[in-house]
Structure formats: C-alpha cells, structure tokens
C-alpha cells in the first residue's frame, strides 16, 4: 500500500544537519523513504512501534544506527506516514 509522505519542520531541519554531517547518508536516507512509501513493513526496514514518551509512534531502520521517527495519519482521505525526525539511535530515542 502506498502512503503519502508529510515531513514536519523537525524531519526537514534534523535531516538537512544530518546531511551536513555525512553526506554519504543521503542515498541511503532516500532509499528509506522510498521503500518505507511502498510498504512500511518490509523487513528490511524493521518497522516498530514505540513505548513510553514516543508512544504512538514508530521507527525504522535506515542503516546500521540511523532511525527515521514517523506516525500513521490521515490526510486529506487517505493513509499517509508524517516524518517526525531522523538521527542517530541515541538521537532519536
């Protein structure tokens, strides 16, 4: 099922640093996003929800310490996924 993707403030900002930081990330945050618009549950991605402060949303994988933070919303009819931030583990968690 493909989804919609909505970045708030937060992704653009936390994502732009992140490129800064190390360039190389890009493709492999742009080949996240693709594959998490196609389906959010592939295994690669290793999709979950999280607990505690962050309940109600969910993270993947998109390398070996770098997670996208996002939440299943509705826009404008349809499923769409909200990109909330991306980082490093300890960044985002």
């Not at 653009?12 to 800064?20: C, E, I, M, P, Y």
């Not at 607990?51 to 969910?58: N, V």
Request: charged share 20%; net charge neutral; aromatic share 8%.
């Amino acid at each position: 099922m493909r989804r919609l993707l909505l970045q708030s403030t937060a992704f653009v900002r936390a994502a732009r640093q992140l490129v800064k930081r190390n360039p190389a990330a890009t493709a492999t945050l742009e080949a996240t996003l693709t594959a998490l618009v196609d389906d959010a549950f592939q295994p690669a991605l290793k999709t979950h929800k999280l607990k505690g402060e962050l309940a109600g949303s969910w993270a993947c994988s998109a390398g070996y310490d770098l997670r996208i933070l996002f939440e299943f919303v509705q826009h404008e009819g349809s499923e769409a996924i909200l990109l909330q931030t991306v980082g490093t583990h300890d960044e985002v968690y």
